[in-house]
């Protein structure tokens, strides 16, 4: 990897802060589209985004943790990822497109009203930010490494 050579340890979570960057705009923006292409082309791109979150995680696992711990390093990674998303998730999207019902948005807009499309979008609202500072967070401590 280019960005690994050019900055020891800090590959994978700046690979990860481009890719909560890149997906900003699609998580809020996508759900919300009333034109098909543009939700479609929205949602593409943000199931392409959201793949490297899936994949890099235990990338830097192999990286950054001691070898006894790596495996449980990822397993822990993974259960806390499927809890909050398929448990948490789904409940708090329903709450959160609850919460915007009172709210009218022009229509000139061409955003959708209903429930489900704000509530997904007030999901990466707040998911995309929190993912941004965990992972400068990231890029700041992986920083002070020393080399191996």
Known sequence: MRIEKKHLYRGVP??????SLWALPFFILAPLMTNKALFVGGVCLS????????????LGFQIFGPNRMRGRLAALS????????????????????????GVN???E???????????LATNGLIAIPIMIVCTLICVKTAKRLPPV
């Open 47 to 58: 199931i392409v985004t959201s793949a490297a979150w899936a994949v890099l995680p235990p």
């Open 105 to 107: 948005i022009p229509p």
């Open 78 to 101: 993974l259960i806390a990822m499927n809890l909050v998303g398929y448990g948490a998730g789904p409940v708090l999207t329903v709450y959160f497109g609850h919460l915007w019902e």
């Open 109 to 119: 807009w061409g955003l959708a009203t209903d429930p489900l499309a704000r509530g």
């Open 14 to 19: 700046l690979c990860l802060l481009l890719a």
